[in-house]
């Protein structure tokens, strides 16, 4: 899956949870919380895997449900303390989507060993003869249908982003008016 279906994933599962819970549009700095979980594991384990060799795989450490649960758990009883729960739920949410995203085509197909990253290191992960980096996916991007889909999907979750009141630009926009007003009292 790409960074923006990934993403999008991520956004749909959390902004209709957001609303079913609360009746309301998500936090925009939850939603910042979430879309870095969204991309968190491709962050980890690539460049480890691709670039360092550390990693066997690309999809290994951070791929790994016996890394995320206890990540996850350890981060949400420590931001619990300071009142930063939400957040780390945000980005658990986009953790835990990544995998999903991951883990569907091969679940659909019946490709039970494509669905070992999810245990590793106790189950082996499918390592492939070339670890092609970045550049190389986007030199060979083909129009198949489900890059159309994930591009398609990414366009209704910038719609549902602006029936939410685009969390996240709205703090950001709001933050450089208050610095503009506060430059200008003090200049």
Request: with cysteine; charged share 15%.
């Amino acid at each position: 899956m790409w960074p923006w279906g990934h993403l999008a994933v991520g956004y749909v599962l959390y902004s209709l949870g957001v609303r079913a819970r609360t009746r309301s549009s998500p936090d925009g700095w939850n939603v910042l919380a979430l879309a870095l979980g969204t991309q968190f594991p491709d962050l980890v384990d690539k460049p480890l895997a691709w670039w360092f060799g550390v990693l066997p795989g690309g999809r290994t450490l951070a791929h790994s449900l016996l890394v995320l649960v206890p990540t996850l758990l350890v981060l949400w009883l420590l931001a619990r303390r300071w009142g930063e729960a939400p957040r780390v739920t945000a980005f658990g949410v986009g953790w835990l989507s990544h995998l999903f995203g991951d883990a569907l085509v091969p679940f659909l197909v019946g490709s039970r060993r494509e669905l070992a990253f999810l245990l590793w290191p106790v189950t082996p992960t499918v390592v492939y003869d070339s670890q092609p980096g970045l550049l190389w996916h986007l030199a060979n991007v083909s129009l198949s249908p489900g890059f159309l889909a994930e591009l398609a999907l990414g366009g209704l979750v910038v719609v549902l982003w602006l029936v939410d009141g685009r969390p996240l630009l709205s703090d950001l926009l709001a933050l450089v008016r208050c610095r503009r007003e506060w430059a200008g009292r003090s200049g």
